[in-house]
């Protein structure tokens, strides 16, 4: 199962070469390997590749139009893996996550930068208008699980609650979670850098090959998340210096190398 990447769509907008590089060639060096020793491969790729500029539900047949770094590796990615597929006889089946939550999820992503930084008694500022697919991690897992049980290779398949929230949304259930005001809403104009406000996902293709289904609620997951966070303050406390900066910088993005 080929996780390795660099996922951070905002890190991909400041140093796309690092982002391109090492998602591109980690999945040549892991297709290479896996056709040598006649090992199936799973690709997870991502729903960023849809880009999330038309206000539509996506599924596995949608047009791929990504507006980001990120996105970009993950379409090439996507099609490298094809290639391997009809020339080498590569077993292999493409899943796209969409935006997973949860435990141990460093807070230079939104739901756990929320959390942690409302535990620290601040806000966080919100493009309150953007609408996301939130799964939690659980249910992911779950989702691979049955996939790898019953593999149909050459498919591609959305992880998806196959609801969506705005960040608006979110912000207001964690609020009344912690009893803060979590977030400070501003609206979308003409974004710095452009991100698709509407990255609303389907399910149905997972849900009828497999027979997973979500179990954790948005509000349930939420509460959990929060929890873990409220208990395990000693694992993101030592990160509060980057935690605490600006997102209009790329200084707040945490270095997964370093762990800076």
Same mark, same amino acid.
Request: with cysteine; aromatic share 12%.
């Given at each position: 199962?080929?996780?390795?990447?660099w996922?951070?769509?905002?890190?991909?907008?400041?140093?796309?070469?690092?982002?391109?590089e +090492?998602?591109?060639?980690?999945l *040549?060096?892991?297709?290479?390997?896996? !056709?040598r020793?006649? /090992?199936?491969? &799973?690709l997870?790729?991502?729903?960023?590749?849809?880009g999330?500029?038309?206000?539509?539900?996506?599924?596995?047949?949608?047009?791929?139009?990504?507006v980001?770094?990120?996105g970009?590796?993950?379409?090439?990615?996507?099609?490298?893996?094809?290639i391997?597929m009809?020339?080498f006889?590569?077993?292999?089946?493409?899943?796209?996550?969409?935006?997973?939550?949860?435990?141990?999820?460093?807070?230079?992503?939104?739901?756990?930068?929320?959390?942690?930084?409302?535990l620290?008694?601040?806000?966080t500022?919100?493009?309150?208008?953007?609408?996301?697919?939130?799964?939690?991690?659980?249910?992911?897992?779950?989702?691979?699980?049955?996939i790898?049980? +019953?593999?149909?290779?050459?498919? *591609?398949?959305n992880?998806?609650?196959? !609801?969506?929230?705005? /960040?608006?949304? &979110?912000?207001d259930?964690l609020?009344?979670?912690s009893?803060?005001?979590?977030a400070?809403?501003?609206?979308?104009k003409?974004?710095k850098?452009p991100?698709?406000?509407?990255?609303?996902?389907?399910n149905?293709?997972?849900?009828?090959?497999?027979?997973?289904?979500?179990?954790v609620?948005?509000?349930?997951?939420?509460?959990?998340?929060?929890?873990w966070?409220?208990?395990?303050?000693s694992?993101?406390?030592?990160?509060?210096?980057?935690?605490l900066?600006?997102?209009?910088t790329?200084?707040y993005?945490?270095?997964y190398?370093?762990?800076?």
């Amino acid at each position: 199962i080929h996780l390795a990447a660099w996922p951070h769509v905002d890190f991909s907008y400041y140093l796309p070469h690092i982002c391109l590089e +090492n998602n591109i060639m980690s999945l *040549i060096h892991i297709a290479q390997f896996s !056709q040598r020793n006649d /090992i199936p491969l &799973i690709l997870a790729s991502s729903v960023e590749v849809y880009g999330g500029k038309e206000n539509c539900q996506y599924d596995e047949s949608s047009p791929l139009s990504p507006v980001s770094s990120y996105g970009v590796s993950k379409k090439v990615c996507e099609e490298i893996l094809q290639i391997y597929m009809a020339q080498f006889s590569l077993r292999a089946i493409t899943v796209r996550f969409t935006n997973l939550y949860g435990r141990y999820q460093l807070p230079d992503r939104i739901i756990p930068r929320v959390i942690t930084r409302a535990l620290l008694g601040h806000t966080t500022d919100i493009e309150s208008s953007f609408e996301r697919d939130f799964l939690y991690i659980d249910d992911a897992v779950k989702a691979v699980e049955k996939i790898i049980r +019953n593999p149909k290779y050459g498919s *591609i398949y959305n992880i998806s609650s196959g !609801q969506h929230q705005s /960040i608006h949304e &979110i912000t207001d259930i964690l609020s009344k979670i912690s009893g803060f005001p979590c977030a400070i809403d501003k609206e979308s104009k003409q974004a710095k850098m452009p991100r698709g406000e509407h990255l609303k996902i389907s399910n149905r293709k997972l849900i009828s090959d497999t027979g997973w289904h979500p179990q954790v609620r948005i509000s349930e997951g939420l509460y959990k998340t929060f929890l873990w966070y409220k208990q395990n303050r000693s694992w993101w406390h030592p990160l509060r210096e980057t935690l605490l900066k600006d997102r209009k910088t790329p200084n707040y993005i945490y270095d997964y190398v370093t762990n800076k």
